[in-house]
């Protein structure tokens, strides 16, 4: 079974710029999540989409960063303009439903670094 | 609100002995409880995990207990192998928030021959 895949591994950009990520989750997962990692910290939850609906976007800065997933399967995460805080991995993970009891699958990151 | 907490950045230990990692959370609301491991330039994976109702799980080498009245839980694995060396993360959900991890800053292990 192929896992989560992502791209690009790696985004060097300037601030101000804009940059897109890509995300396919493990098939028939309905849903998936984008994290962001900033160095020495846990991964924080940005949004959470059930097949093509938000379910939980509380923590994304809406006034830069977007996400959508339109048929329910793969998924972007777009930063517009981006800010030098931006700077961190950038996780995608899916699971077969939302909820305590399903585990969630994660892919291997984009390293953004914003200069 | 660091919700979940790893106070500590590293640990190192021998091959062959006990590795402890350890994990403090303040909300009560959260009823399920789980270890990532991190390999560098790779997502995490999951390693075991713990229901607030039980305070023990069990799954080969490795073994979390969970003290809800300290809001505790560690990790324990035994005997230590070089392989294990990476970066754990706690992490921990309520039912009532639909699968959203809220997770702890990681500890680098690092399991020396």
């Known amino acids: 079974e192929a896992g989560v895949a992502q791209s690009p591994r790696y985004k060097i950009i300037e601030k101000r710029q804009s940059v897109a990520f890509w995300c396919n989750p493990i098939s028939g997962h309905a849903t998936l999540y984008w994290y962001q990692q900033i160095l020495g910290q846990g991964p924080k939850l940005l949004i959470q989409?059930?097949?093509?609906?938000?379910?939980?976007d509380s923590q994304l800065p809406k006034d830069r960063f977007s996400a959508e997933r339109l048929k329910g399967v793969d998924s972007t995460l777009k930063i517009q303009p981006a800010k030098l805080e931006d700077s961190a991995v950038y996780l995608c993970?899916?699971?077969?439903?939302?909820?305590?009891?399903?585990?969630?699958?994660f892919g291997p990151g984009t390293r953004l670094t914003v200069t | 609100d660091q919700q979940v907490k790893q106070n500590s950045p590293s640990l190192s230990v021998q091959e062959g002995r006990i590795s402890i990692l350890n994990c403090d959370y303040t909300n009560s609301m959260f009823d399920y409880f789980l270890w990532y491991k991190k390999y560098p330039a790779e997502g995490p994976t999951f390693l075991i995990s713990i229901s607030s109702i039980k305070d023990k799980n069990e799954d080969g080498r490795f073994t979390v207990f969970l003290n809800k009245s300290a809001k505790h839980l560690s990790l324990h694995i035994v005997p230590s192998q070089p392989g294990d060396s990476a970066v754990y993360f706690c992490a921990a959900r309520a039912d009532n928030q639909g699968g959203k991890l809220i997770f702890g800053q990681g500890t680098e292990l690092s399991v020396k021959p």
């Open positions: 993970a899916s699971s077969l439903g939302p909820g305590g009891i399903y585990e969630q699958y």
């Open positions: 989409f059930q097949n093509n609906g938000v379910v939980d």
